[in-house]
């Protein structure tokens, strides 16, 4: 089947003006005449011409925008990588393009377009689960956009990446909970088969276990990073006999949930038991009482991965595949707020 | 200038293969052998080929994505409304591309790119501040792609839209406090020129005057829907002589920043001064104490905008000039939680 596009030659035809001045006015319209642009809109329908962006871009051998796919973006967590992201990006010239893969089928005939049909100059991808997709690995390295990953990575993929050592921030909140005394310390888990999960939880049971200390199955809460998994996890610990005097939650909201039932159950923090968050949302300095966390330097994240996304597209594909990959881990910090403070009795 | 892309056909003469061989390669790689895919995105790198969105867009009359343009995606109000967009446009096949205004220079030449070039199907404009910008009327009603607004709007605006009555919502809100007993009633008010800034302070004014109060102008704070601005509230509430037993806070992160700051002040809520919020953002029902503020459905916002949009798709140009432009205004409701009390004493 071939297919003939109406050409602007068409447009200029009909319109009785020339192809400089059709492509003067689809661009700039305020800079032609009235009548121009009339004449010019007229023909525009009647041929039914659409604008043709990639012919547009192919000219300067660039589209100017890049996509960034994130996993949820009801989760706060995102909002200010974005904005590092945006910040970055938006002084080299580029439109940034986000994507919340949530209500994306990975089979949806849309999703690829991001990644082989050149829409893009290039990819940060937010969303780990979509590191190993057989559907980031069409086409050939010639073919694909430039990518990097943030926040969460495959640990055994290959990829450009910047994020943070989620295993020393666990180890950490740990070691601070132990120093206040703690030496029953529970963790509230992320979901399972996230690789911020597994990282986080082996930091903060090897802190466990380099203090000389147990962590029973029963002081694990399952959770998701979300405030309601917080919720319950509160509730199981009030119901329980025998329970921690401390709990390091993988997320800030997480540890907000908890704290939130906690208090509607009469149980005050730190007093009767001390919660350490991940992630420092902007909300954990204002919670109450004030969060102790650890810190993601997130704007910061943000940033770094767009100068990486932007070196990577002054390379070539051939350049890109043959030079080292780059992996950037951004330093943490622990924050220490009023929400930790030594167990009671 | 003229310029002539390499076409499809070119790809098909250097690979040595048939046009439909290169459209599929493409399009689906895993279908083609090996031997295929490697002749043809060679033959892509030699010709320079790009493939041509537009052009296939143009068969099916559609380009599949539409764009959101959101003022602060740090703001975690946005959020919710994003995924109720994009549930929508996900299940009617469209791709959904976010775009972050405020690093964006309105007289950038990327910004124009989602509202005229035919890049986009439609656009849901979530930033007031763009509703009276000349860039949304650029081009032609033929041109232009359908626009719907939602959240902020301006109120001289005839465009499609969905919110929220933020006046009556308001007033709600007032009416709460004083049927309390509460007679010293305060009022945080978002940026200056917001439009949702204006409604909301004129129904708190309204309700206050209808129930023969005063609202002075010492009990008027000045603050931009951040919690940054809800702490500096509170130090001024905290630093005053003559001060208000209950606020009305124009935002949920500025009433938690408020109530964040009094308790480090050691002052309690609802105890010694009520605040009521706007939004209910998913932490709000979770804090200490949990903020009794005005729910907005931001979801169902999120939906309603996408479906709205959807239709005025389906509408020819002609259509949508001269049909009645749809307003829909969406039920709010107060959520009373523990934040708010009777006055003290």
Redesign the interface.
């Known amino acids: 089947m071939?297919?003939r596009?109406p050409s602007i030659r068409d447009v200029a035809k009909v319109a009785g003006v020339s192809?400089a001045s059709v492509s003067r006015t689809?661009s700039n319209?305020?800079l032609v005449s009235e009548a121009t642009?009339a004449l010019v809109?007229d023909a525009?329908?009647q041929t039914g011409y659409?604008?043709?962006?990639?012919?547009r871009?192919?000219?300067k051998q660039a589209t100017?925008?890049i996509?960034v796919l994130v996993p949820n973006?009801?989760?706060?967590f995102f909002?200010?990588i974005?904005?590092g992201i945006?910040?970055v990006?938006?002084d080299a010239?580029?439109?940034?393009?986000?994507?919340?893969t949530?209500?994306?089928s990975l089979d949806?005939h849309?999703?690829p377009?991001f990644l082989?049909?050149?829409?893009t100059d290039g990819l940060i991808v937010l969303d780990g689960l979509l590191a190993r997709d057989a559907l980031l690995n069409?086409?050939?390295p010639?073919?694909r956009a430039p990518m990097v990953f943030a926040c969460e990575w495959n640990e055994n993929l290959v990829r450009p990446s910047v994020t943070i050592d989620n295993e020393a921030a666990a180890g950490r909140a740990m070691d601070h909970l132990i120093s206040l005394g703690h030496r029953r310390i529970g963790v509230l888990n992320g979901p399972r088969d996230n690789v911020l999960t597994k990282a986080r939880f082996k930091g903060a049971e090897a802190a466990i276990h380099a203090a000389g200390l147990e962590l029973p199955q029963r002081w694990i809460y399952d959770g998701d990073f979300t405030?309601q998994s917080?919720?319950r996890a509160a509730a199981h610990w009030h119901g329980a006999q025998d329970r921690p005097t401390a709990i390091f939650c993988a997320s800030d909201?997480m540890a907000?949930?908890f704290?939130?039932?906690l208090?509607?159950r009469a149980v005050k923090v730190p007093d009767e038991v001390s919660v350490v968050g991940f992630d420092d949302l902007?909300?954990a300095?204002?919670?109450?009482?004030?969060l102790t966390t650890i810190h993601q330097p997130r704007e910061a994240i943000g940033r770094a991965a767009a100068r990486m996304l932007l070196d990577r597209m002054n390379l070539s594909?051939q350049e890109r595949e043959h030079q080292p990959v780059p992996k950037l881990v951004l330093p943490v910090d622990l924050v220490i707020r009023k929400s930790t403070a030594p167990p009671p009795g």
């Open positions: 071939t297919f596009a192809t689809l319209p305020e642009r809109f525009v329908q659409r604008i043709n962006v990639s012919a871009n192919l000219r100017s925008a996509a973006l009801a989760n706060p909002a200010r974005l904005s945006a910040e990006m938006s010239g580029f439109s940034v393009l986000i994507t919340d949530t209500p994306m949806d849309h999703f377009v082989s049909l050149n829409q069409r086409g050939t010639a073919t405030l917080g919720v909201e907000m949930g704290i939130g039932e208090n509607q902007e909300i300095a204002h919670f109450v009482p004030p594909p």
